[in-house]
């Protein structure tokens, strides 16, 4: 199962055990900052469940293999585009998605109605023996109360019905959210960005003060590390900001080579916050602070 695609070896093991054991979750949490490999795991999972051909694979012969493509609920593209074959809505207007799989996606906040749509979705019947997938592809954005309208059919999911949480951000979730889903985690993917020594040597200056306690020193290298000239068409604020990302993208892939060798609780909540923290920095947060945090946090404790 998932040969066609690069998933974890921990969660093809978990997901291939439970469709052949019949122990199917009723609720995935996908955890990890490789979205897209997360994406494609669930569509190869739906594929699997509903395939009428075989039990151990997707066979991509039979109507549900053929036709996997979700329902979706919000669309980036205007409503009537009519021509991009990545529109979901269009190719449910060609009848051509699935009506059994339900992919929630958003660039923005996700409020309580399409949480209350999902649940209806649930609830509708199927035919017998077929499984109801729904998939929120950016859960970290979903609303407090939007989480809290998910907690009672995560809790009592009805029967052959699986939904699934993909987030960059696994401490985003409400602890109820969690601890009602089986947690996946997927490490990133082999280092694009190397370690320079220069960043090597700063990451671990500043543990060092940190951890004992040397806020002078520790202020002075953030400070020295944050100035940075303007570039030509670049104000100093956006190089300040490119500079600070690119420090903390290479923390991050060095954690990962750690966590592959040494893997632990602690060391994936780290390379989870890192990711968070590059996605406060896209947001225009300051730099100084995203930095402050992510070093009062007590990360990185892996040098």
């Keep these: 199962m998932f040969e066609k695609i690069?998933?974890?070896?921990?969660?093809?093991?978990?997901l291939s055990g439970a469709v052949q054991s019949g122990t199917v979750a009723g609720a995935y949490i996908f955890a990890g900052?490789?979205?897209?490999?997360?994406y494609q795991t669930a569509l190869e999972f739906a594929r699997i469940l509903n395939c009428k051909a075989s039990s151990d694979s997707a066979c991509g012969r039979c109507g549900s293999c053929l036709n996997p493509n979700p329902v979706t609920?919000?669309?980036?593209?205007?409503?009537?585009?009519?021509?991009?074959?990545?529109?979901?809505?269009?190719?449910?207007?060609?009848?051509?998605?699935?009506?059994?799989?339900?992919l929630i996606t958003s660039d923005k906040s996700l409020g309580i109605d399409p949480c209350k749509y999902l649940i209806h979705f649930m609830t509708r019947k199927s035919a017998p023996g077929v499984f109801k997938i729904a998939v929120i592809r950016e859960s970290e954005l979903l609303s407090v109360d939007?989480?809290?309208s998910l907690l009672k059919i995560l809790e009592e999911p009805p029967e052959n019905c699986v939904i699934i949480l993909i987030t960059s951000s696994l401490h985003s979730l409400l602890p109820t959210i969690r601890s009602r889903a089986q947690i996946l985690r997927f490490?990133?993917?082999?280092?694009?960005?190397e370690m320079t020594d220069s960043d090597l040597a700063l990451a671990t200056a500043l543990a060092l003060f940190r951890d004992t306690s040397r806020w002078k020193e520790l202020f002075g290298a953030l400070k020295k590390f944050q100035e940075v000239p303007a570039k030509k068409n670049k104000t100093a604020a956006a190089v300040k900001r490119e500079k600070t990302h690119a420090f903390i993208e290479a923390l991050m892939h060095k954690g990962a080579a750690v966590m592959k060798k040494n893997p632990s609780e602690r060391l994936s909540y780290e390379i989870e916050y890192l990711h968070t923290?590059?996605?406060m920095l896209k947001?225009?947060?300051?730099?100084?602070?995203?930095?402050?945090?992510?070093?009062?946090?007590?990360?990185?404790?892996?040098l």
């Design 146 to 148: 939007a989480e809290n």
């Design 73 to 102: 609920l919000f669309c980036s593209k205007k409503k009537d585009c009519g021509t991009e074959s990545s529109c979901r809505l269009c190719l449910m207007r060609e009848r051509k998605s699935n009506p059994d799989f339900l």
């Design 187 to 193: 490490p990133p993917e082999s280092a694009v960005v």
């Design 277 to 279: 923290c590059c996605g």
């Design 6 to 14: 690069s998933c974890p070896s921990s969660v093809v093991k978990t």
């Design 283 to 302: 947001k225009q947060r300051m730099p100084n602070v995203v930095l402050s945090r992510l070093l009062f946090k007590g990360i990185p404790s892996f």
């Design 33 to 38: 900052p490789d979205r897209d490999i997360k």
